[in-house]
């Protein structure tokens, strides 16, 4: 057992294996946020880790989320308490310790229009106040999560001004988490890992794995190696079932639009736009702080050979568009929308072919050679499910280790609310890396030898990407090339047009950073 106990800030993420240790307790093999979950959760027990990804971190579903932290309020009304709880008492921990700087309260409107009959609105209502029941008993404050209440139509369209005005009746007002992206949280929860000591590589992909080894391809340089363990834990999602053959998937597509703020104009809130003919299902419309809006979410079944990336559908494009313009006053059409996204749910399959619980629930199971996979569940639950799953590798693997610390342990860059609402650093930047804004624009001006003026300039009027960032995210976060720094380290791609702009600025920022473009087993790609 490793005696680490406290942050050691030197390291950083890499990508390729070049000087990866050849034995650990602990390998983490995939890093979404469950992965990365894993890895923070191991390594702040004692136990040395090392985990990979082939491709990068937040490369499959943990990056087309609604970046929300959801309470569970979909699972009360399905009956499924326990769920619903565990999501609550999540969605406070990450709230409230460990990424307040990441998270903040979404305030969520359901207007009650003719569409939506006395008797729904009379359900919801009910299901709203039954989620402020659900807060109070995960002990999240008030000030984190204010209680819901009605709201007039006058009060609604204040609001949220491009809703249809007739028949509204006023409007449902409540509150959950949103997240200022799940990306970033994603590759927060790896810097925090790498400064307790963990070793997480990206570009390095698992040829195969047992219980106590695996081999590993470095996709940069195609060197192959084998790394042996103590424990060995698959959090590799939609693709867990490609590395042990024992775990079925019945994975789910979920497809998001992204609009222009301009599309909905002056909308403050996130509206929640009832589905016709549906009780209790709903179509989100999420603004988000860099000028665009986000809607979904479908819920397609997905059969087939699982894609690296998932494709939104035509159909789901049109459905999403045609319940958005029911609830607003302005009809949405397909050139409204300038980008799409689409993520596959890992919902396990059960014995009798059905889905096994369309709550996300998750289960952590145990392979014949001993690899220990997590699966199911979602990004708001991710840390109870790292825990979850570390302490089935321990007990499967008789290390020694110390209790889980996660429930207390606050990510690099997170402070009190007041903390960082006082911190003189660029709003952005705090937004974003909280207290570690500093750290960023520091670690760029020495990198760059450029001005502040310079570093922090946004790509343009409607890309807030900064150069400063994008060099943080080379230097500090594992960005290899420019996909890593424009799709994960930020989303200007989620827009194509935004990211081709964006483009000659992340290649500066790697030019920069003394990563010049090699691709597979080669020359980075840089576009």
């Known amino acids: 057992m490793s005696p680490v106990t406290t942050p050691v800030i030197t390291p950083v993420i890499t990508p390729g294996l070049a000087d990866a240790p050849a034995e650990v307790d602990l390998v983490v093999i995939g890093l979404g946020v469950t992965g990365a979950g894993v890895a923070l959760d191991a390594v702040t027990r004692g136990l040395t880790v090392l985990a990979v990804d082939a491709h990068d971190l937040a490369f499959g579903t943990s990056r087309w989320s609604s970046k929300l932290v959801h309470g569970g309020l979909r699972y ?64 999240t404050d008030a000030e984190t999560l204010p209680s819901p209440r009605r709201l007039s139509a006058t009060e609604v369209l204040a609001m949220a001004p491009a809703l249809r005005s007739a028949g509204l009746r006023g409007g449902l007002l409540s509150w959950d988490g949103q997240l200022e992206d799940d990306a970033r949280l994603v590759t927060t929860i790896a810097r925090t890992a790498t400064s307790y000591g963990a070793h997480v590589r990206t570009h390095a992909r698992v040829l195969s794995a047992t219980g106590t080894s695996v081999e590993l391809r470095d996709e940069l340089t195609g060197t192959v190696s084998t790394v042996r363990a103590k424990a060995v834990v698959n959090a590799t999602g939609v693709w867990a079932g490609d590395l042990v053959e024992e775990v079925t998937l019945r994975p789910s597509r979920g497809t998001h639009l992204v609009l222009r703020q301009e599309s909905l104009p002056g909308l403050t809130v996130s509206v929640f736009a009832p589905i016709p003919g549906e009780s209790n299902r709903f179509v989100l419309v999420l603004p988000q702080a860099d000028g665009t809006v986000y809607v979904g979410l479908t819920d397609v079944p997905v059969e087939g050979e699982i894609p690296d990336v998932p494709e939104p559908s ?34 396990l399959d059960s014995a009798d072919g059905s889905t096994a619980d369309l709550s996300r629930k998750h289960a952590v199971l145990t392979s014949s050679t001993g690899v220990i ?30 209790a889980c610390r996660t429930r207390t342990l606050p990510l690099l860059g997170a402070a009190p609310r007041p903390v960082l609402a006082s911190l003189e650093a660029p709003p952005r930047l705090v937004r974003r890396y909280g207290t570690d804004a500093d750290l960023v624009l520091t670690s760029a001006r020495e990198v760059s030898g450029l001005s502040d003026d310079e570093l922090l300039a946004p790509v343009s009027e409607r890309i807030p990407v900064t150069l400063a960032e994008l060099i943080f995210g080379v230097t500090h976060e594992g960005a290899a090339d420019v996909a890593d720094l424009l799709d994960r380290r930020t989303r200007v791609g989620l827009v194509p047009e935004d ?14 950073a003394g990563r010049p473009g090699r691709g597979k087993y080669g020359t980075f790609s840089t576009s």
Do not use: C, W
């Not at 799953?389 to 008789?398: F, M, N």
């Not at 990211?499 to 920069?512: C, D, G, H, K, T």
């Open 499 to 512: 990211r081709a702009l964006a483009v000659p600025l992340a290649e500066r920022a790697l030019s920069l």
């Open 76 to 139: 009360l009304a399905n009956g499924q308490i326990g769920v619903a709880h565990e999501s609550a008492v999540e969605r406070g921990i990450l709230m409230e310790v460990t990424a307040p700087h990441l998270t903040r309260a979404m305030p969520m409107l359901v207007p009650l229009g003719s569409s939506m009959t006395r008797s729904q609105a009379a359900l919801t209502r009910a299901g709203l106040i039954a989620g402020n029941v659900l807060r109070r008993a995960a002990r």
């Open 373 to 402: 996979t997590i699966v199911g569940g979602k990004l708001t639950t991710y840390r109870q499910m790292a825990q979850d799953a570390v302490d089935a590798a321990v007990a499967g693997s008789g290390l020694v280790a110390r």
């Open 314 to 347: 035509e159909p789901e494009i049109g459905f999403l568009l045609d319940v958005v313009s029911a609830a607003f006053s302005r009809p949405l059409h397909r050139s409204d929308v300038v980008g799409a996204y689409a993520g596959l749910r890992p919902l």
